[in-house]
């Protein structure tokens, strides 16, 4: 071995560090239905924490459990249902792994996403209890083009929840009074997982479930939320929820440390949001707006690009959504009969935020049933 | 002193005729009549925001489930597009409903508050009662065959003149065929309430009605400022 190899492989091993140590964290993925999401709140952008007196409130804060009057049963799924990923998905799973397939998914986009949820809720004037036996979460991403590895993080969480709301200061009846909220929901949780790494040529010698073992956990956690009803127009109302109070969901020490595995956000891990809105009635329907602000932990750090907007018209039985953010922007529709309720939203989102070349247009159906 | 008490009693004696005799103009109103009034007050309106919202919403929802079920290749959205043109339509349908219906508790309350008369005599209450329920079938058929006929198309069109999966066009055609017995059966079925009332004739005007001996047009315009 002469002195100019040894040299020629030291700068390689360097150099290989350096590119290495410059990106030690995980690609932190966020997505927009995430558990006890319904369409409404996900084509919002999740940002709906102040719009009161609708079908939906409960499912974006349970301080306005008190001003909903809709009991019954209702089942609920929404999921993305047309987009790249749904495709590549597809193809992934169901065509022959060719250099023309692993180069079509590079040059289109690397990371692919699907989620799911699904919920059956009984309500009633004094609690909620719901079930939900479903949320799926599926986040593909696809790197190395010269070698081409997937790096996939697959949930499958089970919930069971009761949660409740009261008015702790002023009355409902009077228009003109402050009124303050408290809402709170406590869920029992059961999650499969996976969040893995592996060859694309390994998925044509080898069963899914030999590269992919799921890890079970289990846990009770809960949210809390207070909502403050301002009796004038021009002043918006305000929310802030502590969501998943008592998670033990925390980032592994590998998980941090590997530059393409995928940690997903505001999803299990405990989480805070400041909300700011208005809803105004008038005889041609009623308007709405929310801006919504995520906070990591207990209020630790702020990001403005964690910030959304949401704007909502309704006509009783159809109701138009938009949904505003840096990395999400969607627009949807409702329409409601008497049992039943079919939307429609179309987005485009970059779920890895930045590291995402550009944004996938996705299309999500949400469908209602009420007994 | 007893002059005195008596001289005053002769003096206050005639002015008493000039005391205000109580209030006769409010009568004692029945328990059961009372509870009927504000039952009624409570359900009168019908509607959230304004009067034709069902109409405006169910043609919004059919004119995007048609433009929609056009603008997509997806089966996935091509079938919620469909779920959205029938909740459209039956939208429509009930605005008919709610543009004909008498609202039975609302037509009872005008029957207990019309100044114009005192009581109701048997065959006057007879025949009152037999024009809401006329009314109330009326609107129920005029809302079935609406609805019924508009599906029909819709389905048919879904299955023949828009590019739909091969997979649901015979479902679409079964649907359509449905639809159609059912609106056939309500143009040409009336109750026995709206033949007596109505008269015979075929009667499928929504903003019309005609009675066998006048007609009446219900075509109402109004604006609100």
Known sequence: MTLLSIFKRTIARGCLFLLCSSQLYAFETTHQIRPHSTFESTTLANSCSTMKENKFSTSCNMALFPYSDNSGIYISTIGKSDGDSIENGRDLIFDPITEDLIKRLFQETNFNSFTFNSDVSLKNQLFEISYSPYYLLADLYLFNPAFPEISLNLINRETLSLSSGLFLLGDKENPHDFKLTLGSKVFYFRQESANTLFSLFDLSFNQPEELIQLKNTYGVAADLSFFLDIPYDLIPNISMQLKNIGSKTKDEEALVQSATRLAPRFLFETYATIGLGKTFKTQYGSFSYNIEHFIESYFEGFDINDTTIGGYYSLRLVSLFLGIGKFYQNIGLSFDSENFNVGISYSREKDIKDFQNRFEKSAYIGLTISL | ?225
Do not use: C, W
Not at chain 2, 53 to 61: D, P, R, T, V
Not at chain 2, 139 to 168: E, G, W
Not at chain 2, 200 to 208: A, G, M, Q, V, W
């Open chain 2, 1 to 225: 002193m007893i002059k005195a008490a008596l001289l005053i009693t002769l003096i206050l004696l005639p002015l008493t005729g000039f005391a205000r005799r109580p209030s006769l103009s409010k009568k004692k109103v029945d328990k059961s009549i009372e509870f009927f009034m504000e039952e009624a007050r409570k359900e009168r309106s019908t509607f959230y925001f304004n009067e034709y919202e069902h109409m405006i919403s169910g043609l919004a929802a059919f004119a995007i489930g048609n433009i929609g079920y056009l603008a997509t290749d997806s089966a996935v959205l091509k079938l919620a597009y469909s779920g959205i043109q029938t909740i459209g339509i039956v939208n429509l349908g009930r605005g008919v409903y709610q543009r004909n219906s008498p609202s039975i508790k609302n037509s009872f309350s005008k029957m207990l508050t019309n100044k114009k008369l005192k009581g109701y005599t048997k065959p006057r209450l007879a025949r009152e009662l037999i024009k809401i329920l006329a009314q109330e079938e009326r609107a129920k058929r005029l809302s079935l065959f609406y609805s019924t006929s508009f599906l029909t198309l819709q389905y048919l069109m879904n299955a023949t003149i828009y590019d739909s999966p091969a997979r649901v066009k015979n479902i679409y055609i079964f649907l359509a065929g449905i639809n159609a017995i059912v609106a056939g059966y309500s143009s040409f079925y009336k109750s026995n309430y709206e033949k007596f009332y109505f008269g015979d004739s075929i009667d499928l005007n929504p903003f019309i009605v005609s009675l066998p001996d006048q007609t009446n047009f219900g075509l109402t315009l109004t604006i609100n400022f």
